[in-house]
Structure formats: C-alpha cells, structure tokens
C-alpha cells in the first residue's frame, strides 16, 4: 500500500470542520484496508504508531526535523528556519520547500505504508547520546522519496502534532459506519473504553465484524479508561437522585493510579494513560506483596504523607514523585500511601460488570492491608444528617471532600463514561461556585505592561463529546504567579497553530492559537449567559452561549487529564440550571 493513499485520506481530513464528514471520510477509507494496515493507519491519525499506553514515543525534535528538511529540499538552515518561526507547523515547512524541490527522479522510490512504519519504528527505537542523529538519518531516508504533501504528514506524525482533527470519537463513528451500524457504536465503544486501544478495537472490527469486538473483553496490561463522576451542590440533592441511601467514601487529594498485577509484574498507570510505575515503586511492590489473586486490576488514589505524622498532604506534595530524575531520594522524602476504591478485574473475573457493592466486597477480599495499602474510608448513609457528618469528618482528615456512589444494581462500572452513578461533593471555594473546571488552553493573548513580552491571558474552552469540539468559556488572566508566566511558552508553544484548529467553536479572536492539549483547573464566581463565549450555544437562549465570570486559576495544572478529559459542555450546562435553580 502506498503511503500517499494515507496523505490523501489526512488531507481530505484537514480540508473539513465537520465531524460528520471526517466519519464518513475516515469509514470510506477502513472499507478498503487489510485489517493489518487499518490498524496501523488508525494509530498513525493521531500521529502514533501504538496505543497511549505504550511506553516508547517517537519523540523526534523539531530541531532534527528542520535539518531533514534542509538536506533533502537543498534550502539554507536559516530559511528553513524562517518558516518554521511564521508557521510553527514543521509539516507545512516541508510542504513549501519540498514543492520548490526537483520533481522525484527514477531512483527515487514511491513510498509504501510498509516502508514507512519500518523507518518511524527504527527512529521510535533509538534511545541515548546520539539518538537525534540516528532518528534524523531514517527520517530523511523517507522525505527523500516523499511528495510535498507526505513530507507534510511525515513531518507531523513524528513530532506528534497531526492537526487533522480526528479525534477517538470521530474514529469510532467512522468504524460504526464502515463495519456497524449507529445502534453499534455504544459497542464498539465500549471495546475501546475497556481497552484504550483504537487499532486494536479497528482490527477486531476488520477481521470479525460488531460481534467479535462485543466479545473484547478486560485485560491485564491493557488500561481501562477510568469512569468518572458528576456533581451535586448539596448532599440532600445526592441522597434524592441516589434513592434514598448512598456509599460514601473520603475524596482524597492524590494522584488517581489504575493499577495491573499479573504475577510478580506491577504496572501503574495515571487517567491519562502515562506509566507512572516508576515513580511509585514502593507502591507497587506494596501491592503485589498484599494481592491474594495472580492477577488484578485495581484503582485507587496515591496521597502523600507526613513522614512524621502520617497525616495526609496535599496535592502539590505528591507530585514531586512525578519528576524523572533521583526517584530513590523522592521515594524517601515523599511517603506515599494508596487507598484503593475499586477492583476492575481478578483472577479472570471481569468485575466492570458487577454492582459497585459486588465490587467493594471483593476488593477487600483480595488484599491484606499494610501502612501502604489501604481502602478508602466508605460509610453507607441514608440521611442528610448522616452525610454531612460524614462530610465533616473527610474535611477533618485534609480531604478535597467526597465521592457518592450508588448502591444499586445497575451500578456498574462505567468505563470513560460520566454519570450519576457516581457524584462528587467538595467543599466550597470563596467564590460562588462550589467545584473547579477542568478547561483547555485553545489561545493566549500577548501581555501588556508587567506583563508586556509573555503571554498575558489565555482563551479557555470546554469539551462538547457529542460534537468533538471545544468551546469557549472564558478568558482567563487571573491566579497566574510569575513563576507560571514565565513557563507558558514552554507549556503551550510546542502546541501553536497557525490559525484556529478545526476542532475550536471561537467566536472571540486571540493573537495565537493553540491545539487543545493543556488542561488548567479554573474556579469561578458564577456561570452567565454570554454573546461571546460558544460553550452550549443556543442552549438556553438563542444568540448566546454560557461563560464563566470572574475566572481564576488555581495554580493546578492538570497533568492527568487530556483534553477530551476536560469539563463538558453538558456538565457546564447542568451547573448553571443548578445554579438558577438555587437563585430562585
């Protein structure tokens, strides 16, 4: 297969806004790719050649991507440069220097998928000193023979930044339409969800249609995306949709870890997919020598503790087990303890399809506990009393607050879906609002006075995961230190566009725009209609969307979450008629 075929379907992709057409685009061409090929062309839409979960990355610089580029189009560093300075897209410097190139002559050969792969996997492959050198010596092997338009793709793929705009949601509807039907797609993503793997969930689909990928199930080693939670402003309000009783348990302030036993192996894993088994070896370890089974698949919550006291620290503490370099001296600094909340798999019992209380019983039959490994504090309560005592007492321990979960039989385990099957209370901020947003950094306008030569506000968007679009919300300028004002072009510039991505609803215009990557938690003092902001447009009043008034950051920058992990546009929507609703 050529690998022009491909730049054509990624080409068609970027030519698009429409989620609906890049479906259709993307189903028509799954319907003609050997199941082996699908799976790859899957992985490499996203500009990867495995899952998220997998450890090695392509991880080529710009730096050594530039160079490429010069030695095969023949044009000067310096000019090469110049573009990329006007672009920031590495892809759209090969394009225009590649066009100016000679036309291909008889010794160079066409490119195939094949030969492509077998080249990013030798640049994936080369790790130490001279590493940039070898990975930039295969990547010129391939942008010799390339067409302007497969060096714009090659150039992407290997530095991560595709910017077609197909995102998992719109290839899962793609793989409804070339192998199902709309009543499959909930199967089909319930596969990945359970999974994290799209090229897997493709070829499955490719080799035995809807019901060989119905018949995927969890794995140990395979992450399982997490299920996540909405909220309520009062207990009273939890309690009525929950029934009449609920399982509260302790909402600590940590890092969440799902974590993979199988035998004498451990592998932690953050909500985003990231191996953090390293930065938590006591953890782990803790863990195997506690598990009764041979194999699980466990979540919980690592938090740090006063080495003195054993009380809990705040988050902030935590992350110090994060950093890549004298992890044995952090491990001694940073005492970590895990409280485990739920059990996802044991011992070839898939458990995502048992009720929570099912889930809870067999959890604690499954570990022994130590000074490591503990369970969460649960209380089961039936009323309003009961819960703000409850409540009370998790604020006492240096909780963020707590989870409400419900005790009834179809309380499942939802994998990367978010309900009211589980609900979070937190205790309130100054500001009106009683929980943060998670948001995503789509822009950022230039600073003046003080803060004239950075990046002085940021454009904030939220996630519509029925449209695949992020949506404005506000405009945030405030709770920034110096500190963080001087690390945002660090942060956000290997994300620059040059215009506004596809995937970005913006009515208000920044001087640059970003690829939605950075998540920043932002609290506010209330929700208000807004002619500016795009977030549930039309929602509540036609002409208007919803904002956040007086945004502030928090000083949290959420390095676990993606940005389809982001606040909703749903949850934003329900916070406001929750909001009025109070009002009242």
């Known amino acids: 297969m050529l690998f022009a075929d491909v730049a054509n379907v990624f080409n068609r992709l970027e030519g698009t806004s429409s989620r609906l057409e890049m479906a259709t685009i993307l189903s028509a061409s799954f319907r003609d790719l050997e199941p082996v090929a699908l799976r790859t062309v899957v992985y490499l839409s996203q500009g990867k050649l495995h899952p998220d979960f997998y450890p090695n990355e392509l991880g080529m610089a710009d730096r050594s991507v530039l160079k490429s580029i010069s030695s095969i189009s023949g044009y000067p560093d310096d000019a090469v440069n110049s573009i990329w300075v006007e672009t920031g897209d590495a892809g759209e410097v090969a394009e225009r220097l590649m066009k100016k190139r000679k036309q291909m002559t008889f010794l160079d050969e066409p490119l195939t998928l094949e030969r492509v792969i077998a080249n990013l996997e030798k640049i994936e492959g080369e790790s130490g000193k001279d590493s940039q050198s070898s990975k930039q010596k295969y ?164 938090v740090a503790v006063d080495p003195a006291t054993g009380g809990m620290l705040p988050f902030q503490t935590v992350t110090h087990r994060r950093k890549k370099h004298g992890m044995d001296k952090a491990v001694e600094d940073y005492p970590v303890r895990i409280f485990m909340f739920d059990i996802l798999f044991v011992d070839g019992t898939d458990m ?21 490994i503990q369970f969460t504090t649960m209380e089961a309560v039936s009323t309003s009393e009961e819960g703000e005592k409850f409540f009370n007492k998790a604020l006492s321990m240096k909780c963020e607050g707590i989870m409400a979960k419900s005790l009834s039989p179809e309380s499942v385990y939802r994998a990367g879906s978010r309900g009211f099957l589980w609900i979070k209370y937190k205790k309130d901020y100054e500001e009106a609002l009683t929980d943060s947003f998670d948001l995503v950094v789509v822009g950022a306008f230039h600073g003046r006075g ?37 690390g945002m072009p660090d942060m956000l510039d290997g994300y620059l566009s040059d215009g506004r991505p596809h995937m970005v609803e913006a009515q208000m215009e920044p001087d640059v725009w970003f690829l939605p990557t950075v998540v920043l938690e932002v609290v506010a003092a209330e929700i208000s209609l807004s002619p500016t902001h795009t977030a ?45 609703r109070d009002e009242q």
Request: glycine residues 10%.
């Open 352 to 372: 995502t399809v048992c009720p929570f209380g099912a889930r809870r019983s067999r959890l604690e039959e499954t570990f022994d506990l130590s000074e490591t």
């Open 536 to 580: 549930a447009w039309g929602a509540v009043k036609n002409g208007a969307g919803l904002g956040l008034r007086f945004p502030r950051f928090t000083g949290r920058v959420r390095g676990d979450k993606g940005p389809e992990g982001c606040t909703t546009v749903n949850e934003v929507l329900d916070m406001y008629e929750l909001q009025k």
């Open 450 to 486: 003080k803060r004239a030569g950075k990046y002085g506000a940021l454009l904030m968007a939220v996630f519509d995961d029925e449209t695949g679009k992020y949506c404005t919300v506000c405009k945030l300028g405030t709770g920034f230190d110096d500190a963080f004002l001087a």
């Open 139 to 302: 990547f010129s092997q391939l942008l010799k023979d390339s067409t302007p338009v497969e060096a714009r793709y090659l150039c992407r793929i290997v530095t991560g930044r595709m910017r077609v705009g197909a995102g998992s949601m719109t290839i899962l509807d793609a793989l409804a339409e070339a192998f199902g039907t709309k009543e499959d797609r909930p199967d089909i993503e319930r596969a990945f969800n359970i999974t994290c793997d799209l090229g897997l969930v493709a070829e499955t689909l490719a080799r035995g249609g809807v019901e060989a990928a119905r018949r995927i199930m969890v794995s140990v080693g395979s992450p399982i995306k997490v299920m996540l939670a909405e909220r309520l402003p009062s207990i009273p309000l939890i309690l009525d949709r929950m029934g009449g009783r609920t399982a509260m348990e302790f909402k600590y302030d940590g890092i969440r870890v799902q974590a993979h036993i199988d035998g004498d192996s451990v592998k932690l894993y953050s909500r985003q997919l990231e191996d953090l088994t390293s930065n938590f070896p006591d953890i782990a370890a803790a863990l195997r020598k506690q598990c009764k089974a041979e194999k699980a698949i466990i979540e919980g919550e690592c």
